[in-house]
Structure formats: C-alpha cells, structure tokens
C-alpha cells in the first residue's frame, strides 16, 4: 500500500467513503465542496483507480493541525492502511514544523497506539470547534479528543 496525495479524481470516491461512515454515525459528513475546497490537505491509499482510504491533515493555526477524515474501507480495515495515513499526516506536520496534531473520534485506542493520548476537550482552543455545529450530536459531543505532541522543537528540525 502506498499514500500518495489527493487528486481531483479522488474526490468522488472520498466523498462516498466518508460519507458512508458518516451515515453509521461514525465521524462528521462532508460536502462535495468541502472536499475540493480542502484538496490539498488530503492523502489516500488507491488500488488501481478504487480509493481505499483517505485521511486529512487540516493547519488550524500557527502550533496546532487536526487529522480529520479517516476513512478506511472496511476491507482494508486492519490491514495497516489506517497507520499508514496518520503517519504521512505526523510526517507532514512534522515538515510544516507544527508541534501539535489532534483529532476528536470514537476510535480513540487506534490514535493512542500511534502516540496520541487524550485530553478534555475543553482543554483545545476553541478554534478548533469550527465545524461543530454541523454535527447532529451538537453541543453534546460524545467523541474523545487526542492530542499529539513533538516532544520538542528539535524533533521537528530531525
């Protein structure tokens, strides 16, 4: 399997990938616009011309970024594809020099493998809420945040 970033001719099968988690209650749905708008924030995994799996790296601010969109198709589920997306996504940040990466989601032990750990969601900045009020569950968020830390500015120049 290989991340490569977003193309225009992934955005469909994204759509329809996020999109169907989304409708299993599973993670925030995505317009078509969105997807486009934010292009460049995404990375996939393709077999052939069939999107597998997506993930997003979205900059929220000038120390923090957010991995959003992690949707994996339920045959490559435990198959490695997920790892392999947040992975390009610290890998990216950590490029960008962002010290910070979250995520708010249901599948809290598959980040804390990966390093993240949790955190109260009251303890993110409330930029990171922008997106919140789409959500049918708004204000009561039932997802878990996790932050990922650099462990310092020098592991980011590494």
């Given at each position: 399997?290989?991340v490569?970033?977003a193309?225009?001719s ?6 329809q ?12 749905p995505r317009?078509l616009?969105e997807l486009?708008?934010?292009l460049?924030d995404?990375?996939?995994?393709r077999?052939?011309d ?5 993930v ?10 957010e991995?959003?969109?992690l ?10 594809a997920?790892s ?5 996504c ?6 960008l020099?962002?010290?910070t ?6 599948e809290?032990a598959f ?7 949790q ?5 993110l900045?409330?930029k ?9 569950k ?17 592991e980011l120049m590494?």
């Amino acid at each position: 399997m290989k991340v490569e970033k977003a193309k225009i001719s992934d955005v469909s099968q994204m759509h329809q990938l996020i999109n169907y988690f989304a409708g299993e209650g599973k993670m925030l749905p995505r317009a078509l616009s969105e997807l486009y708008e934010n292009l460049r924030d995404f990375f996939v995994i393709r077999d052939g011309d069939q999107l597998l799996a997506c993930v997003a790296l979205h900059v929220v601010w000038v120390d923090l970024a957010e991995i959003k969109c992690l949707a994996v198709g339920e045959r490559r589920q435990s198959a490695g594809a997920g790892s392999l997306l947040v992975q390009a996504c610290l890998d990216e940040a950590k490029e960008l020099g962002i010290p910070t990466i979250f995520c708010l989601t249901y599948e809290f032990a598959f980040f804390e493998k990966h390093g993240f750990h949790q955190v109260d969601k009251m303890e993110l900045p409330r930029k990171v809420w922008t997106e919140c009020y789409r959500c049918p569950k708004f204000p009561n968020c039932d997802e878990v945040a996790l932050i990922y830390n650099f462990d310092s500015a020098k592991e980011l120049m590494l």
